[in-house]
């Protein structure tokens, strides 16, 4: 048999065998009718700064929203229309980015029109809403230049497992090879990861932005998993663990792989640590405990426990020591936030023994819309020429 024929009775064979099995006949599938686009927005802000939240749920028997932009637990309830869609406008909202989400029937959900997601560490429950002001916020993206973020990995060996930690480098680090720079490491709280300071803190935009102003000298910013204990593990025992392991992490395997990898200049005048909540407790702690490394120290919306004056009596029975070795202390807390008093009483022992420091109180609560501020206020104060 000729080629073209055997190509004849191949394609013959091909067609019999797709338009037949063991029972006869077997029609091809009917085409999939065309769907339409679902064009639903949600959330949208408004030119009045009122946001309007959407969602498609036509059999949901409730559906409400919660923002953290709200007093307490409230919640706003959404309506829905012959469409099935829920909606609630809210506002207007002060300019910010803030974190929400939505319950549907009361299992809460991202809002599944918005691809902007805020990690944790227990849950990704929470949605992200950007609100622009005029003038831009001090986390807004603005043109100006902008510094790089790395991802590193590393082999805790304190730890025995494999973490990583989020860099910050400024803007022309990579063209000065002969500059060497000062480093803040920053930490998070206990509900949130290593990357939480970058994605929804804004830390490298607010750090750009303070740059480009000439508010803040160039600097490196370090931000590791401050989870050293099993972060599902709530209890008490293994919680209390977790400071003094991660301070051991920090010290002796995340420091080490800094220092090996950046270009770092030397000194606790050139080094300061600072974080929110859990990771204000954590700074302080570490800070504290090691003059020696960190000049200067920041705590948001953290406070201190009732043995502080115990756990530090040398140092605060040495003021003018302490004071030396410090050339920033800075404390700030809103007025609304849970962890309040413990602020207040880490200010009030240091004042009665004259540790030199900074108390901001300011309004706000317990969230990113108030530790945002605070970084954007004591980046500027870091690493000030004639000071330790």
């Known amino acids: 048999m000729s080629e073209g024929g055997l190509m004849k009775l191949a394609t013959v064979a091909l067609t019999v065998g797709l338009a037949s099995g063991a029972g006869g006949f077997v029609q091809a599938p009917p085409a999939r009718p065309a769907q339409e686009v679902d064009t639903l927005v949600s959330p949208e802000v408004h030119a009045d700064r009122r946001v309007t939240f959407r969602l498609r749920a036509p059999k949901a028997a409730e559906v409400t929203l919660r923002g953290d932009w709200m007093p307490g637990q409230a919640r706003e309830k959404l309506v829905k229309d012959e469409q099935g869609v829920w909606s609630v406008t809210v506002g207007p909202l002060q300019p910010d980015t803030y974190s929400y989400s939505l319950s549907l029937d009361g299992v809460a959900i991202l809002d599944p029109r918005n691809p902007r997601v805020k990690l944790g560490v227990r849950s990704s429950t929470t949605s992200v809403l950007e609100v622009p002001g005029a003038p831009p916020l001090p986390?807004?993206?603005?043109?100006?230049?902008?510094?790089?973020?790395?991802?590193?990995?590393?082999?805790?060996?304190?730890?025995?497992?494999?973490?990583?930690?989020?860099?910050?480098?400024?803007?022309?680090?990579?063209?000065?090879?002969?500059?060497r720079y000062p480093v803040l490491y920053l930490l998070h709280g206990a509900g949130d990861t290593e990357g939480e300071w970058t994605w929804f803190g804004c830390a490298n935009l607010i750090l750009d932005n303070l740059l480009a102003e000439g508010k803040a000298k160039p600097m490196l910013v370090v931000m590791p998993l401050g989870h050293a204990a099993p972060a599902g593990d709530?209890?008490?025992?293994?919680?209390?663990?977790?400071?003094?392991?991660?301070?051991?992490?920090?010290?002796k395997d995340v420091m080490p792989a800094?220092?090996?990898?950046?270009?770092?200049?030397?000194?606790?005048?050139?080094?300061?640590?600072?974080?929110?909540?859990?990771?204000?407790?954590q700074a302080l702690s570490v800070g504290l405990g090691h003059l020696d490394l960190f000049g200067a120290i920041g705590v948001f919306s953290a406070g201190s426990g009732d043995d502080f004056e115990t756990r530090y009596q040398a140092l605060l029975a040495a003021p003018e020591a302490s004071n030396r070795k410090l050339s920033l202390f800075w404390i700030g807390c809103g007025d609304q936030d849970f962890l309040l008093q413990g602020a207040k009483r880490l200010d009030e022992s240091l004042t009665k023994h004259n540790i030199k420091h900074v108390f901001r109180l300011t309004e706000g609560a317990h969230t990113w819309l108030v530790w945002r501020r605070y970084l954007a206020e004591f980046v500027p104060l870091l690493f000030q020429s004639g000071k330790r």
């Open 234 to 251: 709530m209890r008490p025992a293994v919680r209390g663990q977790n400071t003094k392991l991660f301070e051991d992490d920090l010290l």
């Open 258 to 281: 800094v220092a090996s990898k950046y270009r770092l200049a030397a000194g606790p005048k050139n080094r300061a640590i600072a974080g929110l909540s859990m990771g204000g407790a």
């Open 139 to 179: 986390h807004e993206v603005r043109d100006v230049p902008h510094g790089a973020v790395q991802v590193n990995w590393y082999k805790s060996s304190t730890l025995g497992a494999v973490r990583r930690f989020y860099v910050y480098t400024p803007p022309g680090y990579e063209k000065k090879k002969s500059a």
